[in-house]
């Protein structure tokens, strides 16, 4: 079993950066995919970016060039650890962040069996 943890998002200004962790544990061996989604009030989950266990990043097009995920996960290290940062953020981008892990990627889409408690991120006007 997984166990997905992110740290609080905190405040952030229009125009400034963010940087999201997310630090997984237990069978982090089995962890193919992490990733990282947002949703804001009143509409669906969405894809921000996911990376592979071998470095394969995906980006959703509305934040391509704007955010870089990357991964920790050193063959010697007890954690997996999933960060998201992001620099110029707009001003309605209020929402919750969540991380999800998978260990299979089916029809092209991986397979998410655990997810972090979400991390706010509100923006300030």
């Known amino acids: 079993q997984v166990q997905l943890v992110e740290p609080g998002g905190g405040l952030v200004q229009p125009g400034g950066s963010l940087r999201l962790s997310c630090a997984a544990s237990?069978?982090?061996?089995?962890?193919?995919?992490m990733g990282w989604y947002r949703q804001a009030p009143g509409k669906e989950r969405e894809l921000i970016a996911d990376?592979?266990?071998?470095?394969?990043?995906?980006?959703?097009?509305s934040v391509k060039g704007r955010i870089t995920i990357s991964r920790d996960n050193a063959r010697d290290s007890a954690k997996d650890t999933v960060t998201l940062q992001r620099s110029s953020l707009r001003p309605v981008v209020t929402a919750d962040y969540y991380c999800?892990?998978?260990?299979?990627?089916?029809?092209?889409?991986?397979?998410?069996?655990?997810w972090g408690q979400g991390a706010q991120v509100p923006v300030t006007s």
């Open positions: 990376i592979t266990s071998g470095g394969t990043r995906r980006y959703a097009v």
């Open positions: 237990g069978r982090i061996s089995s962890i193919l995919v």
């Open positions: 999800p892990e998978a260990a299979k990627i089916g029809e092209g889409l991986p397979r998410y069996r655990s």
